[in-house]
């Protein structure tokens, strides 16, 4: 970017021609290089969705109890007794290739403050996880760094980590992604927005000193895939300060609670630039904003960078003149730095405010433009998509199942336990953990954020990807992603209320991944009709590629729920000695089920064929049933048949439970391993055997008796043996296969 | 009237309302003690809870220990006052030169989030007075840095004199001699690594913290 | 009171006979990533930092208070002090 | 073939420009505990251990690599290596 350089600074920093011209229009002259780079940043792919909105406007994003939905930091619904979920999920993939560790110590950092800026007290993450496959290297020092990451970021913060998904895939080989949620709770009267109201009102930066933290971060990391060269990048790295973080979120509630702020923003992707725009537009006003009066960290930072910095763990608040002391006491209790760096002003006679830039108040004029024009003129682009051009081909072209002899080894490679990674987060602060990490979705107990009475009512949560099934087919692949989430939380007896979802992408200029990303924005668009949630919000996350190749389209679904009565822990993933073993959404009597899109065609190679077929009403059928024998409390054990289908699921609930299989009427290895949705197994003593069955007719679902949770081996049979081993042998593939491959400990820390 | 129980919170601690919650569940009354402040307000016994106080930044506990409040927990605990550090209070307490010792990083080299199964090795200490010698609690741990790690001559002399309150079945992170935790001389002041208040009730998996904080609330109800 | 300024290295190590988790899992590893022949790994803390003091005499009094009462856990850390003297030249850059 | 041994030092320290959030709350505590004039606090590791190699030459080469590939993320960090020879006697000690 030296003067001396061939490219004209708008294209160093990423704008286009076209993109230019629109500002110079806007503002009626030239830019400056600040102005130039402050419209850089608003205006990137991470910023702007400029590839995406046209897309996501297609969500349906209302429903009953929806309070606050996509547009804001996070979406928020009503939760009852006076209190409301917030909720936001957000991608960090690329910093977390570079710099694993921090990567995805900030993405934590980076979602709590989305959901502490509406009010909320964080209560959980989650981590949608997934890297390249165990055998490469750098894929295994990827995942360590990331889980080092949450764990040291979301440890430390006080905000447990619940759950989230750990999937490994060569897709990801050189572009990981780390995907993290976060649900807070809020008493609906202290519901904040982003806004600057007032005339006069000061903007209080909070939190830490500014430095050149991803400086063009935003245009540059997020707007670009990368490989090897990437190294050029590296200084744009942020730090995470998960103890400022916290000292942040206890500031920030208290100052909530004291109803001492007007509005207030998190700092994010283009830093000041965005926060200030934000509020400033939102509020229908402009801001005077003295960039000389930010806290610096380095010596000599240009005013482009310090309102283009993307330091971490900062907030800017609105408060009145006259609640400023108040403000800044509480600020020093909880030793966080505060400091007034800007003012509220009117609009001009059209309504529109200006975001000036000023070098102290009143001395002189750094920048000064349309505050809502970072945010509203963005450009919108509706890139060319295309379905790819060998898809017939490839539809027709379904794998093979597995033979007989196959089986065994097909099963043991697919499975491996999560522990390695839920172990190192604490998952079980506030006490509210009924059901953590492990099972088929999270409980937690609702309790009242300030007086913590118990509500006796529990909160349910589930992150579900599937890029084998989007991979074959986008639309449909989706739809099932979102109905296996509203399985899961039936197994805890929960019923889901809210979506949320962060789209992972390759590149938006190939018109196949564009072509992904409006088929699966449909998929989302039609599931959510069909169930009747709203999506309330997400994050869009492009340019996924490494060498040229796209990842597998990779929507990763949130799925908020509501246990009405929390009396008991759930099931769970488990057996008992003696128990009989039913199959609830298939008889297997049908015709051989499609294994497209399964972990076991992916394991060789074979990406072809259909989906499985999907119904929504079968489905809505199958949920029901779950959740009401979840809920009467008669099942010792369920599971639904997911990633490595039936196969995987019982394997599963038998290595939990140490208790053998039993089961002699799998008609193939097809029906064993095919990922066909709605497809449940539960385990009940004896004596339910026939109720559950009756159950099963009433409800119009079709159910089968597998077989026996007995003895000390797994074996599935049918017209032959199809897999017999010890549990033992089982239990040591399935638990020791991320030790053996990630175990050393961590350096990374 | 109910025994009251002071819970410290420094910046970064983040267990004291869990502490607050299993207190008041077994019908104490609980409160937080403010890291700045130098009074203890009354209270009849003090908690250290778990987090990570200023970060734990350099080492846990280390900056955690100037705190003003610490010089009157340790005035407090001279007096024969129930003194309890949960995890980050325990290494707190070591810091403080309350109890001895150090606790260094697991021996796994990672955080640990797991249920574990402790053995109640003495009953003489404010924390398991009430709890059965000989029988095992499952109680979680969840911590970084809970490698117990004492000279040879400090062992000998908690061994000696009863000092060891609670050992792991399975030791979890290479703490000497399976230590999960220890008390004083005089048995009022007890640190340990796993969490009691996580063990509160069925619902959240075990209840076996409640003869521990039971043991503790009977030991404020004395001064009461 | 004119003052000097010194910059300081503290190496905070564990003491012999304590054993080093990080250390050990570091050793550990090293042959997977094909590094043979390093033993003996011990891994420490380096605090660097800049103190204004009277004299040098002063400083290092200050600096060995610090490292006993903060800057090391005496059960377990030993502490190697440097000081430096910066020339005021340098000091104000 | 003849090896010989060396003893090593690596400092790890973070990138200048680079946040250290322990340093400065280090810097940050320090009046509270009654240390004034300290400032500049930065927080990085030290890496001790023997390696075994050819000569000086390659040791240094071993240990530049180690340092890039293992002990360091070069994004945010640095290292900076003292190599030392240990004469057979101690070696052997
Ligand atoms: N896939 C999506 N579906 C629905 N809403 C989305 C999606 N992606 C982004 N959004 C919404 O767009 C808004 C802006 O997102 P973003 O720019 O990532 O926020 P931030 O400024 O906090 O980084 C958010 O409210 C988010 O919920
Ligand atoms: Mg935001």
């Known amino acids: 970017m030296t003067d001396a350089d061939a490219t004209p600074i708008h294209r160093a920093l990423g704008l286009t021609d076209t993109e230019l011209h629109e500002i110079v229009e806007i503002l009626g002259r ?47 619904m009503d939760v009852g007794d006076g209190i409301a979920a917030a909720i936001r999920i957000e991608s960090h993939n690329h ?100 806004k600057a109201t007032g005339t006069g009102n000061l903007a209080v930066l909070l939190g830490s000193a500014t430095g050149r ?78 960039v000389a009066a930010v806290p610096r960290r380095e010596l000599g930072m240009e005013p482009f960078e310090v309102m283009t910095s993307e330091s971490q763990e900062r907030m800017l608040a609105i408060v009145t003149p006259g609640d400023l002391p108040e403000v800044l006491r509480l600020c020093e209790k909880w030793e966080v730095l505060a400091t007034v760096v800007g003012k509220v002003t009117d609009p001009d006679e059209h309504g529109v405010g200006a975001l000036r830039i000023v070098d102290g108040f009143g001395g002189a004029v750094l920048a000064d433009v349309p505050a809502s024009s970072l945010h509203d003129a963005a450009p919108l682009y509706e890139r060319p998509m295309a379905a790819p051009a060998d898809l017939a081909e490839r539809q027709a072209n379904g794998p093979a199942a597995p033979t007989r002899d196959e089986a065994t080894d097909a099963l043991l490679g697919l499975l491996y336990d999560t522990t390695w990674v839920s172990s190192q987060y604490d998952h079980q602060l506030f006490l509210n953990t009924v059901e953590g990490p492990g099972g088929d979705a999270v409980v937690l107990r609702l309790k009242h954020p300030t007086t913590g009475a118990d509500t006796g009512r529990g909160l349910a949560l589930t992150t579900d990807g599937n890029h084998r099934w989007c991979a074959v087919n986008p639309r449909l692949g989706t739809a099932m992603t979102l109905a296996e989430s509203i399985l899961n939380l039936a197994c805890v007896g929960a019923r889901p209320i809210a979506v949320v979802n962060c789209l992972n992408f390759g590149n938006p200029e190939h018109p196949e991944v564009m072509w992904q990303l409006s088929e699966t924005v449909d998929g989302l668009a039609e599931a959510c009709s069909a169930f009747a949630l709203p999506v ?18 990779t929507p990763v679904i949130g799925l908020l729920g509501m246990v009405d009565e929390l009396t008991q822990r759930p099931p769970g993933v488990t057996m008992a000695q003696g128990d009989r073993l039913v199959l609830l959404g298939d008889d297997l009597t049908g015709p051989t089920p499609s294994l497209a899109g399964s972990a076991v065609a992916w394991a060789t190679g074979a990406k072809g064929g259909q989906l499985p077929p999907f119904d929504a009403q079968a489905h809505t059928r199958v949920v029901g049933l779950v959740r009401a024998l979840v809920n009467e409390g008669g099942l010792s054990g369920v599971h639904d048949a997911s990633s490595g289908g039936l196969g995987v699921a019982l394997a599963e609930m038998s290595v939990r439970s140490g208790v053998g299989v039993n089961v002699n009427c799998m008609p193939g290895t097809a029906q064993l391993f095919t990922e066909a949705p709605s497809r449940v197994v539960v385990a009940v003593a004896p004596a339910g055997l026939a ?14 008796e597998l077989g026996a949770a007995e003895g000390d081996r797994f074996l599935v049979a049918g017209a032959g043996e199809l897999i017999d081993v010890a549990v033992v042998d089982l239990t040591a593939t399935w638990r020791d296969r991320l030790p053996d491959a990630l175990g050393a400990g961590t350096t990374q820390a | 009237m109910a025994a009251r129980i002071g819970v410290v919170q420094f910046p970064g601690s983040n267990c004291e309302l869990d502490v607050i919650e299993a207190v008041r569940l077994i019908g104490g009354d ?67 030169g309350l109890l001895p010792g150090a606790l260094q990083k697991n021996r796994g080299l990672k955080f640990l989030c797991a249920p574990a199964e402790l053995r109640v090795d003495s009953t003489n200490s404010v924390l398991t007075s009430a709890a059965t010698k000989g029988s095992v609690l499952r109680v979680p741990i969840n911590h970084f840095e809970g490698n ?34 220890i008390t004083n001389g005089g048995g009022n002041v007890v640190g340990l690594m796993p969490h009691p208040e996580r063990a509160i009730s069925a619902l959240l998996g075990s209840a076996d913290g409640l003869p521990l904080l039971r043991s503790l609330l009977d030991a404020a109800s004395v001064s009461v | 009171m ?68 903060f800057l090391t856990n005496p059960v377990i850390e030993d502490a190697t002090i440097t000081l430096t003297a910066v020339d005021a030249a340098s000091a104000r850059g």
Request: net charge negative; proline share 6%.
């Open chain 1, 536 to 553: 309330i919000g997400g994050n869009v996350s492009l340019y996924n590629e490494s060498r040229g190749i796209d990842i597998d389209p």
């Open chain 1, 30 to 76: 030239e830019p400056n290089r600040l102005e130039l780079s402050m419209y850089s940043v608003m205006w990137s792919e991470h910023c702007s969705y400029k590839s995406s909105r046209i897309h996501l406007k297609r969500l349906p994003t209302t429903g009953e109890g929806v309070l606050v939905g996509p547009g804001e930091n996070a979406g928020v």
């Open chain 1, 95 to 194: 910093p977390s290739f570079i710099e694993p560790y921090q990567g995805a110590a900030t993405g934590a950092g980076g979602i709590l403050r989305d959901i502490f800026t509406m009010g909320a007290r964080p209560i959980a993450l989650m981590d949608p996880l997934r890297f390249g496959p165990l055998d490469d290297p750098r894929s295994r020092w990827v995942a360590e760094g990331v889980v080092s990451g949450i764990s040291g970021y979301g440890n430390s913060v006080g905000v447990p980590t619940v759950g989230g998904e750990v999937v490994f895939d060569e897709c990801y080989k050189g572009n990981p992604l780390v995907n993290v949620l976060c649900l807070g709770i809020l008493p609906v009267e202290r519901l904040v927005l982003a």
């Open chain 3, 2 to 69: 004119i003052f000097m300024l010194f910059s300081v290295q503290v190496e905070v190590s564990l003491r012999d006979g304590v054993a080093d988790p990080q250390g050990a899992t570091i050793e550990r590893s090293l042959p997977h990533l094909g590094f043979d022949g390093v033993r003996g790994v011990r891994v420490g803390k380096s605090i660097r930092f800049e103190v204004e003091s009277a004299d040098e005499t002063a400083a290092q009094a200050e600096v060995d208070d610090l490292c006993r009462r």
């Open chain 1, 213 to 290: 933290d991803g400086i063009g971060g935003v245009s540059v990391l997020a707007s670009a895939g990368f490989d090897e060269g990437s190294e050029d990048k590296r200084p744009a790295v942020q730090v995470g300060d998960p103890f400022e973080e916290k000292r942040l979120i206890e500031a920030c509630l208290a100052l909530l609670d004291a109803s001492l702020v007007v509005g207030i923003q998190d700092l994010g992707g283009a830093g000041l630039t965005c926060a200030a725009s934000e509020t400033a537009s939102n509020g229908g006003m402009g801001m005077d904003f003295d």
């Open chain 2, 30 to 96: 609980a409160e937080i003690l403010w890291h700045g402040d130098a009074e203890l307000q009354g209270v009849d016994a003090v908690v250290v809870p778990g987090g990570f106080a200023h970060g734990d930044y350099l080492r846990p506990g280390a900056i955690a220990r100037f705190s003003p409040v610490m010089s009157a927990v340790v005035e407090f605990a001279g007096q024969g006052g129930p003194v309890v550090g949960i995890c980050n209070g325990f290494q707190v307490l070591t810091e403080a």
């Open chain 1, 691 to 704: 109720g559950l069955l009756a159950a099963a007719a009433a409800a119009g679902v079709p159910a089968v």
């Open chain 2, 148 to 181: 117990y790690t004492c000279s040879p001559e400090t062992l000998a002399e908690l061994r000696d004199g009863d000092r060891v309150v609670l050992r792991y079945v399975d030791n979890p992170n290479g703490s000497v001699d399976d230590i999960a935790g």
